[in-house]
């Protein structure tokens, strides 16, 4: 499985961004499709997750700022992310899990928010 974000950019406070993850490869059985970022000089964090039904999941620091959305047809996932703060400043990875476990990762994209 290959994942490719894009969507990363510099925004100013209170400002949107939108990113994108396109699954390829061999998607079949692909069930979990999540974000997760990290900060310099800090670890991996969980930022938000989607099921192939559409549950999703946030982390306290995002809700009610960020969307995660999925699109099966396109094996695509989406992060809405508005009154962006400088503390979302961080390299945001994308990340799939196949019913059996296995994870894929993507490649960053960067997100810098500007005060």
């Known amino acids: 499985v290959q994942l490719q974000a894009s969507g990363g950019g510099l925004v100013q406070a209170g400002g949107s961004l939108r990113l994108s993850c396109a699954a390829s490869?061999?998607?079949?059985?692909?069930?979990?499709m999540a974000w997760y970022r990290q900060a310099p000089g800090k670890q991996r964090e969980f930022v938000a997750s989607?099921?192939?039904?559409?549950?999703?999941s946030y982390v306290d620091s995002v809700k009610g700022r960020f969307t995660i959305s999925r699109d099966n047809a396109k094996s695509t996932v989406y992060l809405q992310m508005n009154s962006l703060k400088s503390e979302d400043t961080s390299v945001y990875y994308c990340?799939?899990?196949?019913?059996?476990?296995?994870?894929?990762w993507g490649r960053g994209t960067q997100v810098t928010v500007s005060s």
């Open positions: 989607i099921t192939s039904g559409g549950l999703t």
């Open positions: 990340y799939c899990r196949r019913d059996s476990g296995f994870g894929y």
């Open positions: 490869g061999s998607i079949f059985s692909i069930n979990i």
